[in-house]
């Protein structure tokens, strides 16, 4: 079997089996909780694994190495290390670049990133859990720059640099200072912002993820299909929104993502949205790569939707997705149009011919359903197509009598 076809098929049967309850809203903010599906395999969360005492998350080595822990799992059964936790201690505070199930009584080197700049001595010699995962904009963000050396350098690093300037721009807008530009210190000043908005979308009965809207905006969505370890981290998850909420002011919405003011707080709409969501996810590029713990790290992309899973015997544990913003289209676009400039350089007249028969084919099914943003991408593509035909018109020419003329329709991207 294809792997992809394999991982696909899982992911929609995932998919098809997702249940929406009611949302609720307060403020810039609306929640659409999940219900199911719900899995019975069997691990507990990071945070009952330090309160058992169990659980030890340490440097790798005396001197340390900012992105590499070590995660020594005592507890006699599996621990989820789920992406966006943050952990302090050690000689810096961290927050975990994906989601890792470790196995039992086993020692697993785990990826991370650093949240706290300006320190790098012990404090004391391991790790302990936070009260929150790390916002969901650095989150986004942190997830971007590991699906690309992910895929480039097999690396599950993120970009560094990136996250601390993440954090600086959260002190600017918070007006805070932290002395080791810990992450923790300034989001404090907005703490009861926090706390009061959070306390505002309790948990549901048997609730295994989130869907979150802020200004109107289809924002991401996390699911854990385990829903008491969901439930353990249900309060950690919703923090990484808020903050969010918190900071974005009245952004403007109105695109296949947005729920229109007029129907904001109608559950059909958000239910549709996130539907729309999770099929630009499955519908784009996949990326198996082997975890650092137990399972597959599925990596999801589209134009305007990127995420992630962890599966774990033919079983998602957790899945992440996020809607893209600027700076990540702005990339992914970059990278799209040279692949398929070198792509297209590899191949022989054949094989360009049979490259636009389907394209045109994909085009004509396709092109209705699209977006305008996506039919501008499309059309971008074509342009280029062009120009490549027409760089390589003169062998074309000659194999094909001519009959592999462009014919003014966008190809569909991959």
Not at 68 to 92: F, M, T, W, Y
Not at 100 to 116: F, G, N, Q
Not at 134 to 161: C, M, W
Request: aromatic content about 8%; some cysteine.
């Amino acid at each position: 079997m294809n792997y992809n076809k394999e991982i696909q098929a899982i992911l929609r049967a995932f998919a098809g089996a997702l249940h929406t309850g009611k949302p609720s809203a307060y403020a810039n903010m609306i929640v659409l909780p999940v219900m199911e599906p719900a899995y019975d395999l069997d691990y507990i969360s990071s945070d009952e694994g330090f309160e058992r005492g169990c659980l030890t998350i340490k440097e790798v080595s005396e001197s340390g190495s900012v992105p590499r822990l070590s995660a020594v799992n005592q507890c006699g059964q599996h621990v989820l290390l789920a992406e966006g936790e943050e952990i302090k201690g050690a000689k810096q505070n961290r927050t975990l670049n994906t989601s890792i199930l470790l196995p039992a009584d086993k020692e697993t080197v785990i990826p991370v990133s650093c949240t706290e700049r300006g320190r790098w001595s012990y404090r004391k010699k391991d790790f302990s859990p936070t009260d929150s995962w790390v916002p969901a904009e650095l989150r986004r963000k942190k997830i971007f720059h590991v699906t690309k050396n992910l895929i480039g350098k097999d690396s599950y690093r993120s970009n560094q640099s990136a996250v601390w300037h993440t954090i600086d721009n959260y002190s600017e807008r918070l007006g805070t200072r932290s002395r080791t530009s810990a992450l923790r210190d300034v989001l404090g000043s907005a703490g009861k912002r926090i706390e009061r908005m959070t306390e505002a979308f309790p948990l549901g009965k048997g609730q295994t993820g989130v869907v979150v809207f802020i200004n109107g905006r289809l924002t991401g969505a996390d699911i854990i299909t385990n829903p008491r370890v969901f439930a353990r981290l249900y309060p950690k998850i919703l923090k990484s929104y808020v903050v969010d909420a918190v900071l974005k002011g009245g952004d403007k919405s109105g695109g296949l993502l947005d729920l229109h003011t007029e129907v904001r707080y109608r559950a059909g709409e958000a239910r549709k949205k996130f539907s729309v969501m999770l099929e630009l996810a499955l519908t784009g590029r996949l990326f198996v790569a082997k975890s650092p713990g137990l399972g597959r790290d599925v990596r999801m992309e589209s134009t305007q939707v990127s995420g992630f899973a962890l599966e774990v015997d033919g079983r998602v544990v957790h899945m992440n997705l996020f809607r893209n913003d600027n700076d990540e289209e702005t990339e992914r676009h970059g990278r799209d149009e040279a692949q398929y400039r070198r792509d297209w350089e590899s191949f022989d007249a054949e094989t360009r011919r049979a490259e636009r028969e389907r394209l045109k084919k994909r085009w004509e099914r396709l092109r209705g359903e699209k977006t305008e943003e996506e039919r501008k991408r499309e059309d971008e593509l074509w342009k280029l197509l062009d120009e490549l035909n027409k760089k390589n018109r003169g062998e074309d020419r000659q194999e094909d009598g001519g009959c592999g003329q462009d014919n003014g329709n966008g190809p569909e991207e991959e």
